[in-house]
């Protein structure tokens, strides 16, 4: 699949940003920002809430006709994509009254249970937009939990180490959060390995069952256009094998290898400045992995423009 | 159901019906229009062409009228500036005509050969060869010669009808179909509904092509033939057919000339001529007397048995004549020769198989099918007739074997010979004009040989005897000088190319130029790219045309050319005279011409414009009428000089070739009540616009087979002008005309003789009487270890030749071409998918880009026609891939071929009839270096035209405003999932 | 009523006819403009419903060739009407054909992703999406005759291989064809289950051939012929033709 920057950087943006107030949301509960201020809590939120709104921003971006992007919250009944949508609007007034309620009124109980139903609704939206992408039978590489579970690992994974970096930097603890983030680290990197080895794995359609001769090979002989199509142009994308590998490990090291290293201290001393590194690394990690989520993505109509397998 | 809108506004618009021009098949259709802009063009189901459906180019004529490189007024090249250059300025067309009138004046009254008219792809030769004749220059042709005359002279030499245009499988009732040598064909959309039809019903379809593509695609079964070897696969099967036995005798005796005999008095002049008494009837030997005795009367009289086979010696002795036939003559069947020739183990399949790229198995298993098909499952049509002679036939009976070939057979140096060879095949089965066999489209069939005769008589400021083109039937009906010299400027009907039967297009400019036979002044060119597309050795072609002589002046001094877009040929003109599309003018497709008759019907048709003109453009036909009458042709113009047309459709309505028979064959009479024959009649046209546009007249039941030998139907053919007489139309197994060309060669023939030993050569080695075949020319010639692979084209159904790439449709589907090989044999060289290649020829060399395949002979390679342009014509950018990657063949074709030590340059063609030889191409190829990407030759930019608008870069074609179907908000809102809201 | 296409392969010659009647037609229809970009350039595209494409069956010289021509296959599971989040995607309750409301369409092209023929391509100068409409706005257009109440890739295929009607309906003529020529579908694993149908080449038995004579050499045949042929002449007439 053609990997459009604007839908690479509305995921991973947005992604952080939800992981980010996921975990502020239930910071009181779990104890995981102990002795961070009202104010403190809500001004963390805030930048959260401005990846998320960049992130949503730059997904428009993506729209052909972005005037009627509104009409997106229609077909909740079956449309991830709507329901993403839904879900995302519902956020916003959700987390904009928690974090009023936070700054004005402190930790009370409808302050942690407004935070519990934001972190909530970052979860759900999290697993929509996995969802739509794992609805689409037409691209197994997508077509799997595997997908729902990255995107909120992932998210999470980006919004621990900048919520890290963020109490660091005004000198709170971050020794709990970092246990977190160390696990969620660690089950990022598990679950993006299993990925990488199951859609090594041959399946899926051939170009033998998309035609329906499968008593001999195949071969495309005219596609029948000679320039380009709408089809190629979106999924004809294809990586070189080379580049895929380098890519890989790039990811790997930038999101998982690095930041883990960073936050276990082997480097030195955990302070802002490492954690900043290590959120920066590894929102630079998982935008390449989320470009290669759609660069290694092979859609099954390319068997008509003369894949052998998909 | 929901209320739909109402989508399209009726009210607000017109269908009008007329004839489709996208290609020379000619269906019929409807037009729907908003205004002066075309909202649909489809197929009109009432027209006995195409019935209703509509090819894909038929269907983007759209983006034809919205073409940006439509001409817009005529054009002169700019003074001072070279030809070729592109630079032109306007001018009127009372001040273009003028120009070229006084110019054609000067040569009609001095001499008129000096005018050249030649025309490509057209279909209205009877109008442009009546135009020819009537300035009285015999330099008139039109495509053929470079098109497929093989397959037109092959038939028309043998069986009275031919394949091409002239004929048609008998979809309805063949039972088993070979297929040879046809990618598309004129007959684009009846071929493809014949084929479905086939399908259906269940016969098998045999195709014969080392390409596996569109038609072969859906054969039942495909023989990879080697190109240039169908000849010899067709004698193959003539053997076997001969080895069982499975011969149609009945047939044979009846309707051919295989009881005639054969004189053998080897090295004097009679030797292999047909046995004739004084009278010159011709002569067959009777069983039942052992004597010899008239062939015709031996089809009147059960009591004279003709002889099929044997060989004889007339009574008497040497130098007496009994009945009038020479006595003391030894003679022998054709049928004998015929058998001798073919049974001979030189075709013997596995002699063969080697040579052909085919098992020996294979071969025999197919004669032996088609033996099968014609013999065992023989078929019936109960409708008495009654044949020439007056005997009453209960039933047509049909040989369901039906055949039809094109270009893979025609283009090659073997191709008259081959073309030959397959029409035997049909003979042996007995399968011609019967039902489920190839069927004559009338005006076919014809005497063997149509006794027109070509001019070569010219006086100044006088029209010809007789028309350009002919069927020479011995030496003496050469157009050759008292020395033997060629008199037309393509060396049409001259030792070279004598049974050129339909001139030779391609050798125009290379002559011209050269001044062999002399030079010319002017060279009217109408539809045809003569500077890319349809020229062999296209880059060395545009440098003849700027070619100069020692003063300075262009060899070829005048170029005219009529064309409707901005084509490579209109760039390099002096005088550009530009045409309308073929849906803004009048026109006639008419039977004098080439017919769009069907086998059972004897059809016609006009075209009507449909949109008007917004341009400074004229018809062709106009033009040439105004031409004509400014020059004061006899036909046109009455004692003092009047004109007695007032235009082209008044001209057509009025002019009588023969009285009675006219351009136009329906509704005539003067009140419009007679066919075929009649007076003229002013409303004529009305009478077609009124009928979709064409004239349909269907043949009575009992005249639709055995036409050759149907006494109602030669009679009614004699009536309509069709043929000059009501007599039989014997097939010609063994042609006497040929015979006489090689006996000419031998030196033995009482007449004219050719003066070199190269014409003679010729004359006896390709002049066989019987079907014969020979390699290839330029495979006799060329190294063939080296250029290992012959190299063919294929027309792509989606386009016609050069003229369809400004098309925004079209060329989406291609802009490119790539030069296809069989997989294994790539990358056994190393040659892999896209890989950019050298393709060389003895004559050049091109660099493109190759794409592998299965479905490819091993020995060949190939590619779709004429997709390659030169930059910036055609309305293109110069980064259009159709001039930075698309390539032509042509640049390796040599019009000549390659030279032998001490011989004159000789046509690249069939040695016979003059048709250009494309696909004997012979050629190398090799990997291009890393980084050699991008298609060799290139071309310098063409210019734009003065005042032609920049080409859009964005389209969005539309009649009306859509009319949107709503869904509405309470659905959106409130389905569940799919339609039922549960899943399936 | 459930409507679509079925299409023959065997008969198939990949003309493009249908491609080029589908855009000729829809450019002005409910769906129109199909836009067209760099018409005369060097990469001209546009916005097409129905493409042809060529494949090869098997290696040379088994090798067999066959055109698929594919649009919309108005599938009964048409997940890209699922995923359209705006419902501009719908697929008609009365006769199940797949349409795109052009003023509801935000552009987003999941659906295009969700589909696996190709059969949606994105008009990027309208920015909306556009497909196949099954000729809508013919086949229910009372104003046109009869028989011409047809998709217009159907009334123009040269060989017949493409027919439209009711699938719901066991004795219509597409449903029969299916049944008897073992119609199928293009890629079912996906579980689209498309309307459209295949008929898949037809394999036809072997021909029968006349039973081969002994061998013998030319000369004796023709000797031998010479002796039959008057006995072969009085047969005419019998068979006469
Ligand atoms: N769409 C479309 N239709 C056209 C035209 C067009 O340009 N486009 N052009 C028109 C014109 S002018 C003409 S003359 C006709 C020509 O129509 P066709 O006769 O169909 O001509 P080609 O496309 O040249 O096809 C020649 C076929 O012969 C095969 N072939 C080549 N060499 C050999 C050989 O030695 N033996 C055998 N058995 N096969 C061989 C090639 O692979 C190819 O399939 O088409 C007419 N119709
Ligand atoms: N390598 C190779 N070369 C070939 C062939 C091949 O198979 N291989 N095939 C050969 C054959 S069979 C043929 S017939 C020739 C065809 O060659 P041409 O007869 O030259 O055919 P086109 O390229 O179609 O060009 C005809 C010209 O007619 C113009 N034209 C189109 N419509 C109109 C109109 O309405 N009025 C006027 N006045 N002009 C119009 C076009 O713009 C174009 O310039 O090519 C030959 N060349
Ligand atoms: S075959 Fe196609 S282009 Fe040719 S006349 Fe018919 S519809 Fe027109
Ligand atoms: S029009 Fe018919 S034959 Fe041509 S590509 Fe379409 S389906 Fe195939
Ligand atoms: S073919 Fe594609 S666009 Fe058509 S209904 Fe099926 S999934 Fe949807
Ligand atoms: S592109 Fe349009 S029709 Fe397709 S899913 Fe998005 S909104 Fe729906
Ligand atoms: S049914 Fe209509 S819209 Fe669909 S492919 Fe055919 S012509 Fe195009
Ligand atoms: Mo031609």
């Known amino acids: 699949m053609h990997p459009a920057l604007s839908v690479i950087f509305f995921t991973v943006t947005a992604g952080a940003g939800y992981g980010v107030l996921f975990l502020l949301g239930i910071s009181r509960l779990t104890g995981l920002t102990p002795d961070a201020s009202p104010d403190q809590v809500t001004l963390m939120g805030v930048v959260g809430l401005v990846l998320v709104t960049a992130g949503l921003l730059s997904s428009t971006f993506h729209l052909a006709n972005p005037k009627n992007a509104w009409r997106s919250f229609v077909r909740f009944r079956t449309s991830w994509l709507s329901r993403e949508a839904v879900f995302a609007v519902l956020f916003y007034p959700v987390c904009l009254i928690w974090l009023a309620c936070d700054f004005f009124m402190g930790n009370t109980t409808t302050t942690n249970f407004l935070g519990l139903l934001t972190a909530f609704l970052c979860i759900v939206i999290l697993i929509c937009t996995g969802m739509i992408y794992a609805s689409l039978k037409t691209i197994r590489q997508w077509h799997t939990a595997l997908t729902p579970v990255n995107f909120v690992l992932l998210g999470l994974l980006l919004g621990a180490l900048i919520l890290g970096f963020m109490l660091a930097s005004q000198g709170l603890s971050t020794a709990t959060l970092m246990s977190v983030a160390l696990g969620v680290v660690v089950l990022a990197a598990l679950a993006k390995i299993v990925y990488f080895y199951w859609i090594g794995q041959p399946a899926g359609p051939t170009i033998n069952t998309a035609l329906g001769f499968t008593r001999a090979t195949v071969r495309l002989l005219d596609v029948g256009n000679s320039s380009d199509t709408f089809h190629n142009k979106e999924f004809g994308y294809q990586v070189d094998k080379v580049k895929l590998i380098w890519l890989r490990t790039i990811s790997m090291i930038l999101m998982a290898l690095l930041p883990l290293l960073l936050i276990s201290g082997v480097f030195g001393e955990v302070g802002s400045s490492t954690l900043l590194l290590a959120a920066l690394s590894a929102y630079a990690g998982v935008f390449v992995e989320r470009w290669l989520f759609f660069a290694e993505a092979r859609h099954v109509v390319n068997l008509y423009h003369g894949f052998q397998r998909t | 159901m929901s209320a739909l809108p109402e989508f399209e506004n009726h009210a607000e618009q017109t269908v009008k019906t007329t004839t489709c021009y996208m290609c020379a098949c000619r269906c019929g259709i409807k037009v729907t229009l908003e205004g002066n802009e075309i909202r649909f063009i489809q197929g009109n189901p009432k027209h006995p062409v195409n019935k209703g459906v509509l090819c894909a180019k038929g269907n983007a004529g759209i983006m034809k009228q919205k073409s940006p490189a439509k001409l817009t007024q005529p054009l002169v090249r700019k003074a001072g500036t070279e030809r070729g250059a592109g630079e032109f300025e306007p001018i009127s067309w009372d001040k273009a005509l003028t ?137 193959s099967f003539a053997h076997v057919l001969l080895k069982n036995e499975q011969f149609d005798w009945d047939f044979l005796t009846r309707y051919t000339n295989s009881t005639q005999l054969v004189i053998h008095a080897p090295g004097t002049s009679d030797h292999g001529l047909l046995l004739r008494n004084d009278e010159g009837e011709l002569q067959v030997w009777n069983q039942a007397t052992d004597s010899v005795a008239s062939w015709n009367d031996s089809s009147h009289d059960d009591s004279i048995q003709a002889a099929l086979f044997g060989e004889f010696l007339t009574p008497g002795a040497k130098g007496g004549k009994t009945n009038g036939v020479a006595d003391c003559t030894q003679v022998k069947t054709v049928m004998t020769h015929l058998a001798e020739k073919y049974l001979s183990e030189e075709y013997a399949p596995e002699n063969v198989a080697a040579t052909v790229g085919i098992d020996a198995e294979t071969i025999e298993r197919l004669a032996l099918e088609m033996a099968h098909v014609a013999f065992k499952e023989t078929i019936t049509i109960e409708t008495p007739w009654t044949d020439w002679t007056g005997r009453r036939h209960e039933r047509f009976i049909g040989r369901p074997v039906a055949m039809h070939a094109m270009r893979g057979i025609s283009a090659h140096s073997n191709g008259f010979q081959t073309c030959r060879s397959i029409h035997l095949l049909q003979v042996m089965l007995g399968a011609v004009d019967c039902p489920g066999s190839h069927l004559a489209k009338p005006p076919f069939p014809k005497h063997v040989a149509p006794p027109i005769k070509p001019a070569k008589a010219m006086a100044p ?516 999932h799919l339609p039922t809201g549960e899943k399936r | 009523m459930k409507l679509g296409l079925v299409i023959d392969l065997d008969t198939c010659v990949g003309c493009h006819a249908c491609a080029v009647a589908c855009k000729q037609w829809n450019t002005s229809g409910t769906t129109g403009p199909l836009t067209d970009y760099d018409p005369y350039g060097e990469n001209p595209s546009g916005v097409w419903f129905n493409r042809i494409r060529s494949f090869e069956v098997d290696e040379y010289p088994n090798n067999k060739t066959v055109n698929t021509p594919m649009s919309c296959m108005h599938c009964d599971d048409a997940a890209c009407v699922t995923v359209c989040p705006t419902g501009a995607s719908y697929k008609r309750e009365e006769d199940g054909i797949v349409l795109v409301d052009q003023s509801k369409c935000m552009g987003c092209n999941l659906c295009a992703w969700a589909c696996p023929y190709g059969a949606r391509e994105l008009d990027e100068d309208a920015g909306v999406m556009k497909k196949c409409t099954l000729c809508v706005d013919r086949i229910y257009d009372e104003a046109l005759p009869k028989e011409e109440r047809q998709p217009a890739c159907v009334m123009t295929c040269p060989t017949n291989a493409r027919f439209f009607g009711d699938f719901d309906d066991p004795n219509s003529e597409v449903s029969t064809m299916v049944r008897e020529r073992s119609g199928y579908s293009m890629m079912p694993e996906v579980g689209y289950n498309p309307v459209n149908k295949y008929l898949p080449p037809r394999q036809r038995p072997k021909a029968p051939t006349v039973e081969k004579k002994e061998a013998a050499s030319g000369q004796s045949l023709i000797g031998k012929w010479m002796k039959r042929q008057k006995d072969a002449f009085n047969d005419f007439g019998k068979g006469a033709r």
Not at chain 2, 478 to 494: F, H, Q, T
Not at chain 2, 581 to 597: A, G, K, N, Q, V
Not at chain 2, 690 to 704: A, I, M, T, V, Y
Not at chain 2, 808 to 815: N, P, T, Y
């Open chain 2, 461 to 976: 400021n006088t029209p010809l005897a007789s028309p350009p083109l002919g069927f020479p039937m011995s030496p003496e009906d050469l157009v050759v000088d008292a020395n033997g010299e060629p008199m037309r400027i393509d060396k049409a009907y001259s030792w070279e190319a004598p049974i050129a039967n339909h001139g030779m297009m391609h050798m125009v400019i290379n002559n011209a130029v050269k001044g062999d036979p002399y030079p010319i002044d002017t060279l009217i060119l109408f539809m045809a790219n003569m500077s890319w597309n349809s020229s062999m050795n296209t880059a060395e072609i545009q440098d003849m045309l700027r070619e100069k002589d020692e003063h300075g002046d262009y060899k070829l001094p005048f170029i005219v050319t009529s064309d409707a877009f901005h084509s490579e040929m209109v760039n390099f003109s002096d005088l550009v005279l530009p045409d309308t599309t073929y849906l803004e003018r009048f026109d006639t497709i008419s039977m004098l011409d080439r017919p769009i008759s069907e086998p059972h019907s004897a059809c016609d048709s006009i075209r009507q414009p449909v949109i008007e003109l917004d341009r400074d453009v004229r018809p062709w036909q106009e033009v040439l009428v105004d031409i004509g009458t400014r020059l004061k042709f006899p036909a046109l113009t009455d004692a003092d000089g009047g004109a007695k047309f007032a235009d082209y459709k008044d001209f057509i309505t009025n002019w009588e070739k023969a009285p009675g028979i006219g351009f136009l064959a329906g509704w005539r009479g003067k009140d419009g009540d007679e066919h075929m024959v009649g007076a003229p009649n002013p409303d004529q046209w009305q009478a077609y616009q009124d009928n979709d546009c064409f004239f349909e007249h269907k043949l009575p039941p009992e005249q639709r087979y055995y036409r050759f030998a149907n006494k109602d139907y030669l009679e009614w053919a004699k009536s309509v002008g069709f043929n000059g007489h009501a007599g039989p139309i014997t097939i010609e197994l063994y042609s006497e005309v040929l015979q006489k060309f090689r006996l000419a060669g031998q030196g033995l023939y009482d007449g004219p003789q050719p003066n070199n030993d190269t014409d003679r050569a010729r004359l006896v080695e390709y002049f066989d009487p019987l079907p014969d075949w020979y390699v290839p020319l330029e495979e006799q010639r060329v190294d063939n270890d080296k250029y290992g692979f012959h190299a063919v084209n294929q027309r792509p159904m989606f386009m016609y030749h050069s003229w369809d790439s400004q098309n925004a449709w079209l060329r989406q589907i291609m802009a490119q071409n790539y030069l296809y090989m069989n997989r294994e044999r790539g990358l056994g060289m190393g040659i892999d998918d896209l890989d950019w290649v050298w393709v060389e020829s003895h004559h050049g060399k091109i660099r493109c880009q190759v794409k592998l395949m299965e479905g490819c002979n091993p020995d060949t390679v190939w590619t779709w026609n004429a997709i390659g342009k030169q930059s910036g014509a055609w309305g293109l950018s110069d980064k259009a891939p159709e001039s930075t990657k698309g390539f032509l063949m042509n640049h390796l074709i040599s019009e000549l071929l390659p030279s032998k030590d001490g011989e004159r340059g000789l046509t690249n063609s069939d040695p016979v009839t003059g048709q250009a030889a494309w696909y004997d191409l012979k050629v190398n190829i090799y990997k291009a270096e890393k980084g050699e990407t991008g298609v060799y030759p290139s071309f310098k930019n063409i210019k734009r035209l003065p005042d032609m608008a920049e080409s859009p870069t964005v389209l969005h074609y539309h009649t009306h405003e859509a009319v949107n179907l709503e869904r509405s908000m309470e659905d959106a809102l409130s389905r569940g």
């Open chain 2, 99 to 235: 120009l070229l009138t006084e110019r054609l004046r000067k040569i009609r009254e001095t001499d008129p050969k000096r005018l050249a008219f030649f025309t490509g792809r057209d279909q209205m030769q009877a109008l442009t060869g009546f135009w020819a004749s009537q300035f009285g220059t015999i330099n008139w042709a039109a495509h053929g010669g470079f098109c497929s005359v093989n397959m037109a002279a092959g038939g028309l030499y043998m069986t009275g009808q031919s394949f091409w245009e002239f004929g048609d499988p008998d979809w309805d009732h063949a039972k088993y179909f070979m297929l040879w040598g046809v990618a598309e064909d004129h007959a684009s959309n009846p071929i493809k509904i014949g084929l479905e039809k086939l399908k259906r019903r269940g016969a098998k379809f045999v195709a014969i092509n080392p390409v596996r593509t569109g038609y072969q695609a859906i054969a039942d079964e495909w023989i990879g033939i080697r190109p240039g070897t169908d000849g010899l696969l067709a004698l």
